[in-house]
């Protein structure tokens, strides 16, 4: 059962210590990208609305926005948006 996984998993996360959650302010930190972290923030609001009013009323729930993924992938698409030189 999925249930069943997601206990086992969040179990082995525990155990190894892993950190299941990422701040905005913790990504841009750790890819040295302080500047656009609004950008970000706004990125990641902006799919959450529209993927939130896209899903299923019965699907809502279980809509858990505070994976990493979602994190990472807002400031991939703001980084895209800006690009840096680097001298």
Do not use: M
């Amino acid at each position: 059962k999925e249930a069943d996984f997601r206990r086992s998993l969040t179990a082995l996360h525990l155990l190894l210590k892993i950190r299941r959650q990422i701040s905005v302010n913790e990504a841009c930190a750790e890819f040295k990208c302080n500047g656009i972290k609004g950008e970000v923030r706004h990125t990641l609001e902006v799919y959450k609305r529209e993927f939130w009013a896209n899903l299923p009323a019965d699907k809502r729930e279980a809509a858990d926005f505070g994976r990493p993924v979602f994190v990472l992938a807002a400031l991939f698409l703001a980084a895209k948006r800006h690009p840096l030189l680097v001298k």
